[in-house]
């Protein structure tokens, strides 16, 4: 009996090793990457390459006459790369970039009447966890708070009434996009205060969206009405599952739903990769190109996953830094991504997804390389 025990115990503790020598393998697929291509020289191009940039309207020759939610996801991501790296360099130089929106330039300001508008609030909230400077707070919690007030305005509808009185945001219009500009900044207003009503508005606005647009192979329509699997879309729900499970409270009683339907998603994305790593335009029409924006998203996810303990690493460990090699394959030498799916409406039609224009150097493009790059150097 004895020897059955003690057979029984080595084997037990010869597969416990096996295991964690895997998982050590799928974390070290994370690290160790060639000269070129580290999350620290790749961040840095990138974040240089924005604080260069003027405030960018979609690739349009025309000046935005409001920042774009495009250049917020940027201006985030590389002010979250700093912070990483601590490059106080770079940090003043992204507050520069902000101080004249504090004065003669605050028409720049979006008004907060709609999602894509509302998710600037995560740049200056991101700024005051990080200088303290109470003009930020006041600023991002004010977007914060409005976008959970009463409707108001030309963009309200007779649907904005209803998900108000459910007591979600009188700005869901349920598309998938919705879903990393919602979670995040009610995400980031709830680090910043450390009120729990804000983190607890985004895991209930999640589950209406997982419960209305996640399909059974894990992945979302770009909305009820258009039964596409868009790239960037579903990028969007990625990346805002992923910000929204790291600061959700563990005993917040949506956490399991979100989880479970973020890890679904993730098995789905790990299936319709490419063999070189990146994702498509229509992600499951393996005739549709290959697209960054998307393929950054889910890089991002993936890398969240592993670092988080949510997702196992020796298999997701190995997909996601495949997927980031293949990646900074696509910047050139200025720090522009190329075969970027330029800005999207939703539309019920199969063809409009395939014939989008690819453009260089779109921040819906630049975003995602800046997340997964401090994803990567994240502890």
């Known amino acids: 009996m004895r020897t059955i025990v003690r057979y029984s115990l080595g084997l037990a503790l010869a597969l416990c090793s096996v295991k964690m020598l895997n998982a050590q393998k799928g974390m070290n697929a994370l690290k160790n990457f060639p000269q070129g291509s580290t999350p620290e ?10 604080v260069a940039t003027p405030h960018t309207n979609f690739n349009r020759p025309t000046p935005p006459k409001v920042i774009t939610y495009a250049e917020t996801c940027a201006w985030f991501g590389a002010l ?8 106080s ?36 909230l991101e700024l005051y966890l990080q200088t303290k400077d109470d003009r930020y707070f006041k600023l991002g919690k004010h977007i914060a708070d409005k976008q959970w007030g009463p409707p108001e305005g030309p963009r309200v509808k007779p649907e904005s009434w209803y998900y108000y009185q459910k007591g979600m945001t009188w700005q869901t219009r ?6 990393f500009m919602i979670t995040t900044i009610q995400s980031q207003a709830y680090r910043a205060t450390g009120d729990p009503v804000y983190i607890e508005r985004a895991a209930r606005e999640m589950v209406l969206y997982l419960d209305t647009l996640q399909r059974e192979n894990g992945l979302f329509y770009h909305a009820p009405d258009v039964p596409y699997f868009w790239g960037r879309g579903n990028g969007w729900m990625a990346a805002g599952m992923s910000i929204l499970l790291k600061v959700l409270p563990k005993n917040n009683p949506n956490r399991a739903r979100i989880m479970q339907g973020y890890k679904t998603m993730m098995a789905s994305l790990l299936n319709y990769q490419a063999e070189d790593g990146m994702w498509r335009q229509l992600i499951d029409d393996p005739n549709s190109w290959k697209e960054t924006s998307g393929t950054g998203m889910f890089t991002f996810a993936f890398i969240t996953g592993v670092k988080e303990g949510w997702l196992d690493p020796k298999v997701y460990g190995p997909a996601a830094r495949k997927a980031w090699l293949s990646l900074v394959g696509y910047l050139d030498e200025s720090g522009d991504i190329g075969d970027v799916c330029e800005g999207t409406n939703k539309k019920n039609d199969h063809q409009y997804y395939l014939d989008r224009k690819r453009v260089k150097g779109d921040m819906h493009g630049q975003a995602p390389i800046l997340w997964c790059a401090t994803a990567l150097l994240s502890k």
């Not at 970039?97 to 709609?114: A, C, N, Q, V, Y």
């Not at 508008?117 to 995560?122: D, K, Q, R, S």
Request: proline content about 7%; charged content about 25%.
């Open 80 to 87: 979250q790369f700093a912070q990483t790296t601590g490059n």
């Open 41 to 50: 020289e790749i961040g840095l191009k990138v974040a240089n390459r924005f």
């Open 174 to 179: 349920m598309w998938i996009d919705d879903m």
């Open 89 to 124: 360099r770079l940090c003043s130089d992204l507050a520069a970039r902000f101080e004249p929106l504090l004065g003669s330039r605050d028409t720049l300001i979006p008004k907060p009447d709609h999602v894509d508008y509302a998710v600037f609030g995560a740049v200056p």
